[in-house]
């Protein structure tokens, strides 16, 4: 006999294999592409991190085995967290036109907010999983974690671009 669990899992890990191709589609697109692509390593840097965390999100998910009776409720709120994961993977990387030039630093800070926003989203939805579903304690080391992470998006979604700022750090060297 088949647990709950591992029939719920298999949904889940659906969504995780698919955010995670979405990616690795994105990337071979951007190798393959006929139009030289100009890099920028903080994106190169997320797009490393989101993909990571599909792999930390599905193998931390199997601490969810341990509950006996789930409800509709329970596993929508256990499957939106890959479901916002696979949001953050497709606005991660853009559609590739061969024919057209990217620049991964404009791309980048016109997806950034959404982002650091739907990053946030996942942090707090695997905390109150964990509260709701597991009954743990929402004093936690991995919370204090959280916490942090969630700080520095937050922080990185309330500043403003760095382009702006380098123009107005050069207006300011020309004021006499």
């Known amino acids: ?10 949904l889940y ?19 393959q592409g006929n ?9 190169a840097g997320w797009v490393l991190f989101i993909f990571l965390l599909h792999v930390f999100l599905w193998f931390s998910a199997w601490q969810f085995a341990a509950i006996q009776v789930w409800t509709l409720l329970s596993f929508l709120l256990f499957l939106t967290v890959p479901v916002i994961l696979f949001i953050v993977s497709v606005i991660a990387l853009p559609d590739i036109d061969p ?13 950034y907010r959404w982002l650091h926003a739907l ?4 942090i707090v939805l695997t905390a109150a999983s964990e509260y709701l579903l597991l009954d743990q ?7 204090s974690a959280r916490g942090g992470a969630a700080l520095f998006l937050f922080v990185g979604l309330s500043s ?9 750090r050069s207006r300011a060297r020309r004021v006499p």
């Open 137 to 143: 304690h929402p004093i936690t080391l991995r919370n």
């Open 99 to 111: 024919d057209r030039n990217y620049d991964m630093r404009i791309y980048y800070f016109r997806t």
């Open 35 to 43: 139009k030289p692509i100009k890099p920028y390593w903080i994106h």
């Open 160 to 168: 403003i671009r760095p382009c702006a700022w380098r123009r107005c």
């Open 13 to 31: 890990s659906i969504i995780i294999g698919t955010s995670m191709a979405q990616i690795l589609t994105a990337v071979g697109n951007i190798i």
């Open 1 to 10: 006999m088949t647990s709950t669990f591992n029939f719920l899992m298999v």
């Open 119 to 122: 990053l946030i989203a996942i």
